[in-house]
């Protein structure tokens, strides 16, 4: 049973945590590097707005995405719908959208996975934006608070 008090699993033969350097062996990402924070909150606009600029769709398509899962993130599966056919030949702009997508795709569906398992927050798309940077951060630490952060919230047992 998780015990947040500690961040620890309780089991028969004793306890475990889970640390950075377990982390880093799984996933096989730097450990060190910039700190990812952010405000989860941010306006309706504002997360169009970024949808937009980083991944290149129209404003009413990302208008009508966040419409449709009431809130601030976007479905996986309308990410692989709009960019699965994406190829070298749609010009650089798009591309690079593309890589944004796959990105955050991948963080959607690993790190920052939640209980629904369909969607991601797009707050993620602020670290993304650009693609000479995203190698910089700690994603390890960030997924490791993250997962404390998910045991927080509900009982494990």
Known sequence: MWQPETNTFHMSFGEMTII??????????????RTISYNDRMTNEEAQSLLVDALGVEPIEARDEL??????SVRLEWLRERFGGMS????EE??????????????????????????????????????????SYAWDAAALAYLYKQLRLRPVT
Do not use: E, W
């Open 67 to 72: 419409i449709q899962v009431r809130g601030q």
């Open 20 to 33: 950075l350097d377990d982390v880093a062996s799984i996933i096989g990402i730097p450990v060190t590097g």
């Open 88 to 91: 070298d030949d749609d010009g």
């Open 94 to 135: 798009m591309v690079d959208c593309a890589v944004r997508t796959y990105l955050l795709y991948l963080l959607g569906c690993t790190l920052f996975t939640n209980k629904s398992g369909t969607r991601v927050p797009i707050i993620f798309l602020t670290h993304l934006v650009d693609l000479d940077n995203v190698r």
